[in-house]
């Protein structure tokens, strides 16, 4: 089998487990994962050859440690916890932190990526912070307020779709983050437009937006460029051209 081949193969369960949020398929996928991401890198590298019987290497302790392995590891870490955020499951990254933890020791590849759900995040600043801050509310359940509610989903959103257009896993992001927007935005279509900015101009904006019947990345940046102004956001112009491109579908 080609390298490229077993790429794919290791992750197409790591794809299922974060879509569907499944820990334990989760956890018995990482580490194949991380070893073949390794070994694709090393080869491009000139630091390795396939081995003669075409069997991936495994890991070192040593090379677990490494920059690289750590920076795949916090991308699928991070990609676990936004799709279990937005499903407020929190038992399930629980039992992803401590598979891991068990296996792997406290500094496993992904604890950094998995300290932004867990730690007090105050003043957020790296887009990493943000996402971490608003999962970690979403998995906790903290809820805010109605007159609140509108204006933290968009923020949410927002942060999740660029991490997301970041990740290895942009796709199984990107269907649950389309699905938990319409899920949001109907509900505050239905019983929160009191709190929106303009209410005459923008409900019948955003119930436009939300006819669009496809759960995919065109809805999420048509409908986080439409309510903004609901939401009393303002985008510059150049974001506004960004998202744009991005609702257009071929």
């Known amino acids: 089998m080609t390298d490229m081949a077993e790429l794919k193969k290791r992750k197409e369960p790591l794809n299922l487990a974060i879509v569907h949020v499944d820990p334990d398929a989760f956890v018995a996928n990482f580490v194949p994962?991380?070893?073949?991401?390794?070994?694709?890198?090393?080869?491009?590298?000139?630091?390795?050859?396939t081995p003669a019987d075409g069997t991936t290497p495994s890991l070192s302790p040593d090379q677990m440690r490494t920059a690289g392995v750590h920076e795949v590891g916090n991308d699928a870490i991070f990609a676990f916890g936004m799709t279990a955020a937005m499903k407020a499951?929190?038992?399930?990254?629980?039992?992803?932190?401590?598979?891991?933890?068990?296996?792997?020791?406290?500094?496993?590849?992904g604890s950094f990526g998995l300290w932004h759900f867990r730690g007090a995040i105050d003043a957020p600043v790296t887009l990493e912070d943000f996402v971490g801050h608003a999962g970690k509310k979403m998995l906790t359940g903290d809820i805010p307020p109605p007159p609140l509610r509108a204006k933290e989903n968009w923020n949410a959103g927002l942060r999740f779709f660029e991490k997301a257009r970041r990740s290895n896993f942009i796709y199984e992001?990107?269907?649950?983050?389309?699905?938990?927007?319409?899920?949001?935005?109907t509900e505050t279509s239905e019983k929160g437009v009191a709190f929106l900015h303009r209410i005459e101009d923008n409900v019948p904006v955003l119930r436009e937006a939300l006819a669009d019947p496809r759960n995919d990345q065109a809805f999420v940046a048509n409908l986080l460029l439409?309510?903004?102004p609901a939401v009393d956001m303002e985008l510059n112009e150049e974001y506004q051209g960004f998202l744009r491109s991005l609702a257009r579908r071929n």
């Open 33 to 49: 994962w991380l070893e073949i991401t390794a070994f694709i890198r090393a080869q491009r590298q000139g630091e390795a050859e």
């Open 173 to 185: 992001i990107m269907y649950p983050l389309a699905k938990w927007t319409r899920e949001r935005w």
């Open 226 to 228: 439409k309510v903004a």
């Open 89 to 109: 499951d929190n038992a399930a990254v629980d039992k992803v932190e401590s598979a891991l933890v068990e296996n792997l020791g406290k500094e496993f590849p």
